[in-house]
């Protein structure tokens, strides 16, 4: 079965705080992408980022930080110093080789971030 | 680069009557598009997906008569929703791979209100 798990429905924090959003997944195939989308209030999804699952090296890109593990088939997105321009839903996203590329979302993380 | 524009962005139509909803690629060519739904504080569910010049491939409980698919172009794909119904009120969102990459995209959705 392909699935996606993100067991945090809704998180809350203090500007400023670190905040790790979970994301647990599960796939047969060997060859396959994950993704993080930010969801804000106005609908539309921004890509946040890609990752093949050859490579399990760890991405900063500023406050944001993934961290791929594929021994606990985990892919978990941490932002530093959170921001109320933060608050948003979060996706956790499968894209297995097989099955024509479809992509399996989890269930969404909502994250708000106050002042 | 690799832009999807969608519209309309949002639509409110009478139930009964027919919406379409378009997206259009503008940079690229997009050999295959997939349409989502997504209720209210609920993930995205892939609906089909849609290669171009074929028949879209829908998921278990879309009805195909119901939600038409046309991908009759490498940068146009079009979903009309037939004889509307409250039920079908909903964010309607397309996402699209782009050629010779492992890259998605996604339009900015269109939130479709039947009353």
């Known amino acids: 079965a392909q699935k996606v798990t993100q067991a945090q429905t809704e998180i809350s924090v203090v500007e400023k705080e670190d905040v790790t959003l979970d994301c647990v997944y599960e796939t047969r195939d060997t060859t396959y992408y994950l993704f993080w989308y930010k969801q804000p209030p106005s609908g539309e999804l921004v890509f946040l980022i890609r990752?093949?699952?050859?490579?399990?090296q760890n991405e900063i890109s500023g406050r944001y930080s993934w961290n791929f593990q594929k021994s606990t088939s985990s892919f978990n997105f941490t932002i530093t110093a959170s921001q109320v321009v933060d608050s948003a839903v979060y996706f956790c996203a499968l894209s297995p080789n097989t099955g024509g590329f479809k992509t399996i979302f989890g269930a969404g993380t909502r994250l708000f971030v106050k002042a | 680069g690799a832009v999807v524009s969608q519209h309309p962005s949002w639509v409110i139509c009478k139930s009964g009557t027919s919406v379409k909803i378009e997206c259009r690629s503008l940079d690229f060519q997009a050999t295959t598009m997939f349409w989502y739904r997504q209720f209210p504080k609920q993930s995205l569910m892939l609906m089909a997906t849609s290669n171009e010049g074929s028949k879209a491939t829908y998921e278990q409980g879309v009805e195909k008569d119901k939600f038409l698919i046309n991908h009759a172009s490498l940068t146009l794909s079009t979903l009309t929703v037939t004889s509307a119904h409250p039920e079908d009120s909903s964010f309607y969102i397309c996402s699209a791979r782009v050629r010779d990459s492992y890259g998605y995209t996604f339009g900015s959705g269109t939130r479709l209100t039947v009353v």
């Open positions: 990752r093949n699952s050859f490579d399990e």
